[in-house]
């Protein structure tokens, strides 16, 4: 019997399809974006704009599909993601390998138990302080935070609510808005 051959970060990057991910020394295809995703994504990064850059409230850098290496057999390709710039200064030219400060997963169907199962696990490893999910198709937010070494619900939105989320609390965010209600 043939031993499990974990792949690496050097197998992600030789790998010829450029639309995946390292997770759990696999290599896994990402979902095909649906629409009702990319609108929770642009949104979410727009609605949080004011934090990118180095004036008030900012001092942080929000990215959309950003790789980041975690563990050697660990490099998946998160929705949005964060990092203070005190501790981040400037952005790397390759994959990021410092965890972030706030990750935000838009639950796809079908994909929903790396999202709730394998990243928080991996997050909680790497001490990542904010860890969201988005269900576009639900109309929900739930926030979380890392307390003790262990995830924590912050906040919960449905639908029409308006909130503010740590860590970026100085903005009310509209949730209608960043998932496309009317």
Not at 115 to 140: G, S
Request: overall charge negative.
């Amino acid at each position: 019997m043939e031993a499990l051959k974990l792949k690496t970060l050097d197998d992600l990057l030789s790998h010829p399809e450029e639309d995946v991910e390292l997770i759990g020394g696999e290599i896994v295809r990402r979902p095909m974006t649906r629409a009702r995703h990319a609108q929770a994504q642009s949104q979410a990064s727009r609605h949080l704009g004011p934090f990118a850059g180095g004036a008030d409230p900012g001092g942080w850098w929000i990215l959309t599909d950003v790789s980041v290496a975690y563990e050697p057999h660990e490099c998946p390709r998160h929705d949005l993601a964060g990092w203070r710039r005190e501790r981040l200064p400037r952005l790397p030219d390759g994959i990021i390998d410092l965890p972030p400060d706030w990750v935000c997963e838009i639950v796809s169907p079908g994909h929903e138990k790396k999202d709730t199962l394998a990243m928080p696990l991996l997050l909680r490893r790497h001490r990542v302080p904010f860890y969201w999910l988005i269900w576009p198709e639900d109309n929900a937010l739930v926030a979380h935070a890392l307390e003790g070494g262990e995830w924590r619900v912050i906040a919960t939105l449905k639908d029409a609510e308006r909130a503010r989320v740590p860590p970026f609390e100085a903005v009310e965010l509209d949730l209608a808005d960043m998932l496309g209600g009317e």
